[in-house]
Structure formats: C-alpha cells, structure tokens
C-alpha cells in the first residue's frame, strides 16, 4: 500500500512540475499566429530572458555580440501573448529590437508622456525585420512592417 502511494504522489508531482522539456507544437497555433512555434522550454526561456536583462545593463547584445545605441522610447501598455511564436523568436534571434519598453497590462497616463532609455541592436533589428518578411500572416510581423525603420 505504501509503496502504491508513493507511486501516485510521483505521478502527481511528475504532471504539476514546471517542465524544463520543450512542450509538443499546437498544430492549430501555427494557423492562428501565421508561424511555427518554437517550443522552448520554460528553463531555456528563462536563460534567454536573463540574458537580454543583462545585455540590456551592459549595452552589448547578448546575440550579435555588438555594442547597441541608447534610444529614447516610448512605453506600451498591455499583455505579452506568450503563445505567440513571435516572443520565442524574439528572445532567441533578435532580443534587443523592440523599440519601446512594456509597461505592462494597466495604462498609466503620467508614464505614456514619457521617454525610456533602451538600447538597441541595429542587427536585431535587421533580423527582426527578415523574421516578419517571411512571417506575414502574424500580426505582430505586420506591425513590424509597417513601422518605420
């Protein structure tokens, strides 16, 4: 009987436990974000997030390994989709493109008046604009494209 439970408690553990294991591609998230998924792992993610906070304290991208330009920008308000293939992609080719800082998911009006030091990697910025060329059909590669470059 002990022995059962033990087996039960590890299943249970096993299913609840933050994978650090690429989850199986959605099929249907390619046809609604209009590319393949990546599938990173939650540990690889994490790594790669890291090392954009850092790149972004040291002003080298963490990427391309070239010294990135200070810039004013703007603050966006809103949430990040995470399912969308765009932010694995962003955080793994071109980590230091987006040419504004997230504000997150409440709009605060005294912050939308002001400008955020950011650097920026005129190469991420290359490879972000490829990256929506080939994506089309994704709505953040749209916004890309019709953004001044």
Aim: net charge positive; aromatic share 10%; proline share 7%.
């Amino acid at each position: 009987m002990r022995h059962t439970l033990l087996v039960i408690a590890f299943i249970c553990v096993a299913f609840t436990a933050r994978s650090d294991s690429a989850s199986p591609a959605d099929p249907q998230l390619e046809g609604i974000y209009g590319c393949p998924p990546l599938n990173l792992s939650d540990a690889r993610t994490d790594r790669l997030l890291a090392a954009r906070k850092r790149a972004q304290r040291r002003g080298v991208c963490n990427v391309h390994h070239i010294r990135m330009q200070m810039k004013r920008v703007p603050i966006h308000f809103g949430l990040v989709d995470f399912q969308d293939p765009y932010f694995d992609y962003s955080i793994s080719y071109f980590p230091n493109a987006e040419d504004y800082v997230r504000g997150g998911d409440e709009v605060d009006p005294a912050a939308e008046k002001k400008l955020y030091k950011k650097f920026i990697c005129r190469k991420c910025k290359e490879v972000e604009h490829e990256w929506a060329v080939a994506h089309p059909k994704n709505e953040t590669a749209q916004y890309i494209l019709k953004s001044p470059q």
